[in-house]
């Protein structure tokens, strides 16, 4: 029948075809601007300008930016990459997708497209030979046909390799499918079937890599795109390193022009850097010294000054402005809430007086036992007179503690001072006893006793002063 004779036909001419792409294959070596497949494919990032930019690699596209790895060296080999951030309105997004897909297709086609096309004839030559294994026809056409929509499909998933080629397997195909058709009964045939491939769309050329010189211009013009100062620097640093490495493959005028232009940039960089660091230095310590004094609008004003001084010189540290800002934001909050701890101390002034002033003779009286507590403490003798007074002071500090009610902040303080007191009179007593009796166990007992009383008057006392001044900033 006319199938068997379409299908042997197309089998034998799979086999040539594939024969003759290989001796071709084996003839001919991948060029110089075709990547092989144990090296990284050179990219484009083209701008909005017409210029481009070399990515080592794939890029990629975050939020508003895009970053990828760029060569600023122009070995091919082992080439010194930087990472490169730029805005992503800057890319000419039609030319580097359309490059990429080119340089995706190059780099298919030189290493495993052959190798894909041959799986491909042979697995479609086997194919052709099982249907001789089938009886029924409405089976064999249903094989060939599934054989015929894969190699259809196959250039368009394929950068359209062996494109033209395939078109000729296909009308053979076509005829076969006919003749199918016909055997089972069929008396129309699917336009479907015989509809051309794909053409291939237009792509942009692959540029060769970059000189020496190119390479350079590339990595100064990264420079003035990046917003990051320290990438910057860094480009420029690789481009003034690059020049000099190069020296022997770059015209000397243009060097020498470039290499001022790069030192001058650098140069205007680091004063940049310094301008903007005494500034944030400055404004940061204007914005301390007022939050300490509970200065909101002043600290404000540093807000203003920030912005001022960053318009005078040009705007050109926004990353540091933002550094700063932030800086005197948290400033501004501690402001706030020293205002507010001090309008709350203000409100509670008038009790907090009151209460000292109750306090002020008791406080007095504490005072005074500290030399004779002193004198219990370092067993250095304390005689009747002594004793007496803090016992007789103790006594009168307690009544008058007794009919005083503290505010709520100064409770601690008075419960301190109350236990001060306690702990004074106990020494006195227990030094009495170790007098009367000669003991200098109970010596040391009324030198522990005094230590405490010494102790907690001295915290009682810093309390009280803390509380009765206004409140400061913690440093």
């Not at 068997?4 to 001796?23: D, E, K, N, P, W």
């Not at 794939?58 to 508003?64: F, I, K, N, Q």
């Not at 479609?124 to 894969?150: C, F, P, Y």
């Amino acid at each position: 029948m006319k199938w068997y004779r379409a299908a042997g036909i197309l089998t034998v001419c799979l086999f040539v075809v594939v024969s003759r792409q290989a001796r071709a294959a084996g003839a001919q070596a991948p060029g110089p601007d075709v990547a092989t497949a144990d090296s990284a494919p050179l990219f484009r990032v083209f701008l909005t300008d017409g210029t481009s930019l070399v990515s080592y690699g794939e890029l990629a596209r975050l939020d508003d930016q895009v970053v990828f790895s760029m060569p600023t060296s122009p070995s091919a080999a082992a080439p010194q990459l930087q990472l490169i951030n730029i805005p992503s309105d800057r890319v000419d997004w039609r030319r580097t997708v359309s490059y990429a897909e080119s340089v995706r297709a190059t780099r298919y086609l030189s290493t495993r497209a052959q190798a894909d096309y041959d799986l491909l004839t042979t697995d479609i030559a086997q194919v052709l030979n099982d249907v001789g294994q089938t009886d029924e026809s409405v089976r064999r056409l249903a094989i060939v046909e599934q054989a015929r929509k894969r190699l259809a499909d196959w250039p368009a998933a394929h950068y359209n390799f062996k494109r033209d080629e395939i078109q000729q397997m296909l009308g053979t195909l076509d005829e076969a499918i006919a003749d199918l058709k016909a055997a089972a009964g069929g008396s129309t045939f699917d336009l479907t079937f015989v509809a051309a491939a794909t053409e291939p769309s237009a792509a942009e050329p692959i540029l060769p890599a970059p000189s020496a010189r190119e390479t350079i211009e590339q990595t100064l013009r990264a420079a003035q795109l990046t917003s990051s100062p320290a990438e910057r620097v860094s480009l420029l640093t690789v481009a003034a390193s690059a020049l000099d490495a190069e020296a022997a493959n770059l015209p000397a005028a243009w060097a020498a022009s470039t290499r001022t232009a790069v030192a001058v940039q650098l140069a205007r960089e680091v004063e940049t850097d310094r301008t903007y660091q005494a500034l944030s230095g400055r404004m940061l310590r204007l914005a301390t010294e007022r939050a300490a004094l509970a200065d909101v609008r002043g600290v404000q004003r540093v807000f203003a000054s920030i912005r001022a001084n960053d318009e005078r010189l040009g705007g050109l540290r926004p990353d540091a402005v933002a550094s700063m800002t932030a800086a005197v934001d948290a400033q501004l909050e501690e402001a706030r809430r020293l205002r507010l701890a001090r309008d709350s101390w203000a409100l509670r002034a008038p009790d907090l007086r009151a209460y000292r002033e109750k306090m002020t003779e008791s406080l007095t009286r504490l005072q005074r036992m500290v030399p004779l507590l002193e004198d219990i403490k370092a067993l250095a003798g304390s005689g009747p007179t002594a004793l007496g007074s803090i016992l007789r002071w103790a006594g009168q500090i307690r009544r008058t503690m007794a009919t005083i009610v503290p505010p709520a902040e100064l409770s601690e303080a008075h419960n301190l001072l109350a236990s001060a007191v306690q702990l004074a009179d106990s020494a006195a007593q227990i030094r009495r006893e170790a007098a009367i009796n000669g003991n200098m166990t109970r010596a040391w007992d009324a030198s522990s006793a005094a230590a405490g009383a010494l102790m907690l008057v001295d915290r009682g006392r810093t309390e009280l002063q803390f509380a009765l001044r206004p409140p400061q900033l913690a440093r």
